[in-house]
């Protein structure tokens, strides 16, 4: 085995929203990663997971980056820029290369680097127009990033599975424990690591909802989830604001 050591870099995908343990915290797939490979490497097994939901870009290079270097793992997971892409402000020229820059310097500690490709999550949601082209951007610029790089690249965008609504949560924007489970399985397969083949398995699609039916869950969804983002949006507001890190310090795998 390899790796000895994981750390976990980024916002609520990495955090595990929504895949919740009994006691209402998050798992999700880097914790189901992070428990594979410790099955592999034994007891001595470090893991850390940093990540902190709704941080963008820039907050990630400067608060959890530092951290995860200092910790000198073996294996680091960097997924940051989903956030950037929702926001008026977003400076794609200068997320570029500052994306670059901070792969480098994660790769220059000689640390194995994971990055993402991210699933199409705007297939259903609003601002497809203005959002999905930067969802591209970025997507082009992971991959470019992890080939200059030698970085190892998991392409979840183009795995059409993920159109299947039941592997979202009830957001619409979070992996539901399905989803959480497929993307275990995706990284352990980029890894060269064997997986439990049920985190593959992904339920049926739902049959189509009728018109009416579908309008009335949209507005059910832009009630309960559109519109405090929006608030949040208008007062300067993160849904992680008062959340710390899950996993701060390296630390064993237990039950």
Known sequence: MRWRSFVAVGDSFTEGMDDAYP???YRGWADLVATRLAAEAGPDFGYANLAIRGRLF???VA???PAALAMKPDLISFAAGGNDVLRRTFDPDSFVARFDDVVGELRSGGADVLLFRFADVMAR???QRLVAPRVALLNRVVGEVAE???AILVDLY???TYLNPMLWSTDRLHLSPAGHRRVAAQVLTALGVGC???????PPNPAPTPWLAARAADLRWAGQHLAPWIKRRLTGRSSGDTITAKRPV???ITD
């Open 23 to 25: 006691d209402g915290t």
């Open 58 to 60: 820039p907050n990630i």
């Open 63 to 65: 608060e959890q980056v």
């Open 125 to 127: 949601l609003p601002g």
């Open 148 to 150: 200059r790089h030698g």
């Open 158 to 160: 183009a795995d059409s």
């Open 196 to 202: 439990d083949e049920e985190w593959l398995m992904v």
């Open 250 to 252: 390296l630390g064993p």
